[in-house]
């Protein structure tokens, strides 16, 4: 048996706390508490109460203020947490305790409400651009952000398409990602950013965009994007106009202030059903090398993955540490010119006097990933629940884990788009 209680509240519809019925604003209070705690509302069809009114359904007699009761059944711990808060509440009607012995507690993990729609979620009043707006300007607008894709819309500021940092790299001739340019001296950044401006966006927007409408439910949106594999949407209102953005990341601050404390759940014994782990969903081919790997090889190996990111291991496979082609602008930075050509995409011809060496391949050749790697790792444990695990990522700002087991062994990587599948 479990060790319950159920609080019973006997109210009225004319009841009201801040303004609000009584019963909306217990539910509220119950539902931010995230504890195990189930709420039901019903409305009787007659009664009477303490000033000496009846009310009833009855049609020959209009009907008023008729009685409310709330039914809360919470885990025992709870209760003097619980009632704190009611007695503030409950204005007008009386509260009730009582013992309850549960014999079994069963739920499911639910990644976000269900009543969500899309407008309660998106990024409002958006940044946007137009298709004749430069694609200096537009690159320049993301550099700026934290944010990597931009709607485009027409002079009724309707969407007519989408720039994304891939569209400006693999159409728009920008050899480096938004990430690295962030990192470059202003100088350079803006002499790069500058060869861009005789081209406009509408010659490498995607288009027409995949877009939503803000009373869709956020569920339908989430599909959306999961099917179509597409990290953004632009948000249109009933005249098709752009309201606003919705991205991964607005799902996941959602899914950090809706979700209850699961491990809690598990510590009182209930059964929770559809819970997902990191062991679940992380990938795991990324590419490993040793401490002693040239950076030769392993900047071939950045090149060649989209995970754009290199575990560094001991030969027990434990994790050492993480390369990122950041790692190795950073490293390259008294030399930054020829860092760019070595992790452009467009590749040019270098320098003949990178690293000060006279010679880079000798460089690349000589210089081990120990060198370079970055050893202040955030990592999470291949046993973690996925919601966990996305508070940590948005905490941090982080688009990628490495994931280890109980030995601090690498297993894989996780990521934005694997945590959203699993979760959906």
């Known amino acids: 048996m479990l060790n319950y209680k159920a609080i019973e509240i006997f109210t009225s519809e004319e009841a009201r706390y801040l303004k609000k019925p009584v019963s909306d604003a217990v539910m ?9 705690a189930r709420c039901i509302v019903t409305r009787g069809v007659a009664g009477c109460y303490e000033n000496g009114e009846l009310t009833t359904t009855r049609l020959e007699i209009l009907s008023f203020n008729l009685p409310i009761r709330i039914y809360v059944i919470i885990p025992a711990g709870e209760t003097d947490r619980v009632l704190k808060g009611l007695n503030e509440i409950v204005t007008d009607g009386i509260v009730a305790l009582h013992d309850l012995s549960v014999i079994s507690h069963r739920t499911r993990n639910s990644f976000f409400p269900r009543q969500l729609l899309v407008r309660d979620v998106m990024t409002h009043n958006p940044k946007f651009i137009t298709a004749d707006t430069s694609l200096g300007d537009a690159a320049r607008l993301l550099v700026s952000s934290v944010f990597t ?9 309707r969407p007519v398409g989408v720039v994304t940092q891939g569209d400006l790299v693999q159409k728009g001739g920008l050899p480096l990602r938004l990430g690295l340019l962030q990192e470059s001296d202003r ?10 401006d005789s081209r406009c966006v509408s010659e490498v927007m995607t288009a027409p965009p995949v877009m939503i409408a803000e009373d869709k439910p956020l569920s339908v949106a989430v599909e959306l994007m999961v099917d179509k594999g597409i990290k953004r949407l632009p948000v249109v ?6 309201s606003g953005m919705l991205s991964r990341l607005d799902i996941f601050r959602t899914v950090m202030r809706e979700s209850p404390d699961w491990n809690s759940f598990k510590a009182q014994k209930i059964e929770v059903k559809q819970l997902k782990q990191v062991k679940d969903i992380l990938r795991r081919d990324t590419h490993t090398v040793f401490p002693e790997t040239t950076l030769d090889e392993v900047i071939h190996i950045i090149d060649r993955n989209d995970i754009q990111r290199v575990v560094v291991v001991d030969d027990q496979g434990k994790l050492l540490g993480l390369i990122s082609d950041r790692d190795l602008l950073r490293f390259f930075k008294p030399d930054q010119e020829n860092a760019w050509h070595l992790l452009a995409k467009i590749k040019h011809p270098f320098k003949p006097d990178a690293c000060g060496t006279g010679d880079l391949q000798k460089c690349l050749n000589n210089t081990h990933a ?3 790697m970055t050893t202040t790792l955030i990592t999470v444990h291949e046993e973690m629940l996925i919601e966990d695990a996305i508070r940590l990522m948005v905490d941090k700002g982080l688009k990628r884990l490495p994931v280890i087991d109980s030995e601090g062994r690498f297993k894989g990587m996780i990521s934005r788009d694997s945590l959203l599948r699993a979760g959906f």
């Open 28 to 36: 509220q209070y119950i539902k931010e508490l995230k504890i195990a």
């Open 149 to 157: 894709g931009l709607p485009v819309v027409d002079d009724k500021k």
């Open 187 to 196: 100088v350079s950044r803006e002499s790069l950013l500058d060869q861009l």
């Open 237 to 242: 209102d009933g005249g098709k106009c752009l």
């Open 370 to 372: 120990e060198s370079v």
